[in-house]
């Protein structure tokens, strides 16, 4: 099946800082999904983005399909960002990255 | 919307219990998801269906494990008999397509078998 990799699989920021998550994943794929994970379990979907680019407030993601990877910005972070990050992606089956856990720092 | 409604948020059994998961999906989605989530496996998805019909159940552990959706507001996912194994948080999912939108998950149903 079809293997996602997520880097790094962890990240300690200051508040304020910016960061950058990656995702590699080995096929071609029909759709690209990044979801956070709060503290508290809850899985939020962030982007549905399986081509291009998008921006919904201090978050952004790009998904490169053609070299298999995405990437999701956070600019000035908040502590509320804290949470594991995934990325699933479908190619036929759903299958979801290990994560990046994130912690921001106050 | 509510969201996904899923219950009970907590079950504690003992092995060789049978147990019952309950989903309701958005109003309106036409696709149901079944994950669960360890920490050895991470999110895995069990089985999904469209328009309640179910479509790849090739993720559904053993046999001890059955899903039905009777209907586009209900799905039950079945454990009988339970093993400690199956400790883990199960969560539901749904979305209006399969492609050109994401889905939202339930809030989870963390299931201790003793």
């Known amino acids: 099946g079809i293997q996602v990799e997520q880097s790094p699989p962890d990240l300690i920021l200051q508040e304020g800082a910016n960061s950058t998550l990656r995702c590699n994943f080995s096929d071609s794929v029909n759709n690209l999904q990044w979801f956070h994970q709060n503290p508290w379990g809850q899985l939020i979907n962030l982007f549905y983005i399986p081509s291009g680019t998008k921006q919904n407030g201090r978050l952004s993601a790009t998904t490169v399909a053609t070299e298999r990877y995405s990437l999701l910005y956070i600019s000035s972070s908040q502590t509320t960002d804290s949470g594991v990050y995934f990325c699933a992606v479908d190619a036929g089956k759903s299958t979801f990255g290990d994560g990046t856990t994130l912690t921001v720092k106050p | 919307d509510a969201g996904v409604i899923q219950s009970p948020r907590h079950e504690v059994t003992e092995m060789g219990q049978e147990v019952t998961l309950r989903c309701k999906p958005i109003s309106g989605h036409d696709y149901l998801f079944w994950y669960r989530q360890t920490m050895m496996r991470g999110l895995e998805l069990l089985i999904y269906?469209?328009?309640?019909?179910?479509?790849?159940d090739s993720g559904m552990p053993e046999d001890r494990f059955s899903a039905k959706m009777p209907n586009a507001s209900f799905s039950t996912l079945k454990i009988q008999p339970s093993e400690p194994r199956d400790s883990a948080v199960y969560f539901c999912?749904?979305?209006?397509?399969?492609?050109?939108?994401?889905?939202?998950f339930g809030s989870g149903t963390r299931l201790t078998v003793v």
């Open positions: 999912a749904s979305s209006p397509l399969l492609v050109n939108y994401g889905y939202t």
């Open positions: 269906f469209n328009n309640n019909v179910p479509i790849d």
